[in-house]
Every structure is written in structure tokens, then in C-alpha cells.
């Protein structure tokens, strides 16, 4: 008998995994259960492995390595089938003794590793230019130059898009949490107290962008025009709605345990790193 779905796993089940050296587990390893873009991701990972009989467990790292690697060993002596992972680390430190596939992250020098994300430097380039457009004389991005792949590529994409066009490189640095967020509004307004136009470094932390904004008496998008990155289910729910470079999250998800279910059923995928597009989603703060 096949388990599917989600749930506690039964002592039968346990023992027969044990015996079976396989489970229909699967691992989803994540650096923020709070952040909404996982949570959505998760739900289409989850579909996908429950009409294809596998059961999903989610581990929350909290962004710390040590955390996430014993996940891994965690999985391992369950006789997890393999794990789909959102790490914060940008490198392969260690080894992953099973199936594996990355989101939305990438994992350097490691063949036995295949990842799923999106165009993270189009899309800064697309928000730029969005900016640009409509009149953005000071534009200021929200994001990390280094660690973080997915924040790094979208820093590359604006220092590329403002070299292009002539204008002085803005910036500071700012992680994918609320509280980075806030504080790293508060930096900006402190830095380029002229701004008019914000790249957020995703939809949470433009939600901070939001607040620290309305404290300051600053209106969104009369006197800032701002854009997230995501396109979490919130980002069309606050006012005003929120302008963001959607990721394709159902199709990630989808990918994501497909890919890693195949690989398992001894179907490599065809590309070892999968690029989705993303789309500009403009709304009414821009």
C-alpha cells in the first residue's frame, strides 16, 4: 500500500520504511516558515507529492546551517525518499546523501544538485526600467550584494540597469524579513532623503517600506513610487495595491517536486538548473 498526503507518520509506516529503506517522504526544507512565499510555494510542492503518493514534511531552519544540515540527517534516518530545499547558504559546505533539489537558491560546484528558480536579474532590470519610466529621478534598491543568490542577482540586475542608463548606483542592504525591512527603510530615508523610487528587496520587506513611509508622512506613489518582488497573495490586498515582479510560484512548486519525484523513480531531469520567467505586475504603487 501507497501513503499519500500529509500528516503524522505511523509506527507501521515507520517500520516498513525501515525495512524498505524508503518511505514516500519527502523533505521541505525552509529558512523562514513565516515568510508567505515559502508557504505558497509549499502548497503546490505539497499537491504535487500527494497525487504522486509521496507524503511532505516541512523543516523550518530558521536560516541557520547547522539547523538545516540536521534536518537533512533528521530526513536521512527516516529514509526520507529526497528533499526539496530553500537554503540561506549559497554554497555546497556539505554534502546532501539525497535527491535533492534547490529553489529559488543555487548550490556552486555541486553536479548532484538541480535547482528551480526564477529570473531574478530580469526582474530587477524590469522594476528599474518600470521606475525609470514613469519619472524616478532618485531610485534606490533594497537588497543584498552578497550571500543570498536570488538577492544577489537581483542587486546585479540594477547596478547593470543603472550603469546602462547613466545613474549613480543607490542602494542598501536589506534581508527578506519585516524587520530588515524597517530597518533598512529607515537607513535609506536617512541616506537619500531625496528618494522617489524603491526596489524593495521583496513584498514583505516593501510592506515594511510601507509603514516606516506612512510614520514619515510620505504617500505611496505620490511621493515614493515602490515596487515589491514576489507576488505573495498579500501584495494585492494592501492599499495601495502593491507593484511587484511576480514569480511564477505554482509553477516553481510544481517543478520543483516533479523534478524531484523523477529523479527519485530514476528519471533525471534533462537541465540540471531550471529558470522560469517572472512578470511585471503593475498595480497602484507605481
Excluded: W
Amino acid at each position: 500500500n501507497k501513503a499519500g498526503g500529509t500528516g503524522t507518520i505511523g509506527a507501521n509506516q515507520v517500520a516498513r520504511s525501515l525495512f524498505l529503506k524508503s518511505s514516500r517522504i519527502l523533505g521541505y526544507i525552509v529558512p523562514n516558515i513565516t515568510n508567505p512565499f515559502f508557504g505558497e510555494i509549499g502548497r503546490y510542492l505539497e499537491e504535487v507529492a500527494f497525487a504522486r503518493n509521496y507524503r511532505v514534511i516541512l523543516c523550518n531552519s530558521n536560516g541557520d546551517i547547522v539547523k538545516e544540515k540536521e534536518y537533512v540527517q533528521t530526513l536521512l534516518s527516516m529514509n526520507a525518499d529526497g528533499v526539496v530545499m530553500i537554503t540561506n547558504s549559497s554554497k555546497a559546505i556539505y554534502e546532501i546523501p539525497l535527491p535533492c533539489v534547490v529553489i529559488d537558491r543555487e548550490f556552486e560546484d555541486n553536479k548532484r544538485v538541480f535547482s528551480v528558480r526564477s529570473d531574478h536579474y530580469s526582474g530587477a532590470q524590469m522594476a528599474a526600467q518600470l521606475l525609470y519610466n514613469k519619472g524616478c529621478k532618485c531610485i534606490v534598491c533594497m537588497s543584498q550584494s552578497e550571500g543570498i543568490s536570488s538577492a544577489h542577482l537581483r542587486y546585479q540586475g540594477f547596478v547593470d540597469f543603472c550603469r546602462d542608463h547613466g545613474l549613480p548606483l543607490r542602494a542598501v542592504d536589506c534581508g527578506y524579513s519585516f524587520n530588515s525591512g524597517i530597518a533598512s527603510t529607515v537607513e535609506l530615508l536617512q541616506k537619500y532623503p531625496e528618494v522617489d523610487g524603491i526596489l524593495a528587496a521583496n513584498d514583505v520587506a516593501a510592506l515594511a517600506v510601507y509603514r516606516v513611509l506612512s510614520e514619515r508622512g510620505r504617500q505611496v506613489p505620490q511621493d515614493v513610487k515602490l515596487i515589491g518582488f514576489d507576488n505573495i497573495g498579500i501584495s494585492s490586498l494592501v492599499t495601495p495595491a502593491l507593484t511587484t515582479v511576480g514569480q511564477p510560484i505554482e509553477a516553481i512548486g510544481r517543478q520543483a517536486a516533479n523534478s524531484l519525484i523523477n529523479i527519485i523513480e530514476g528519471q533525471a531531469p534533462k537541465q540540471q538548473n531550471i529558470t522560469l520567467p517572472v512578470t511585471l505586475i503593475e498595480r497602484d504603487s507605481t
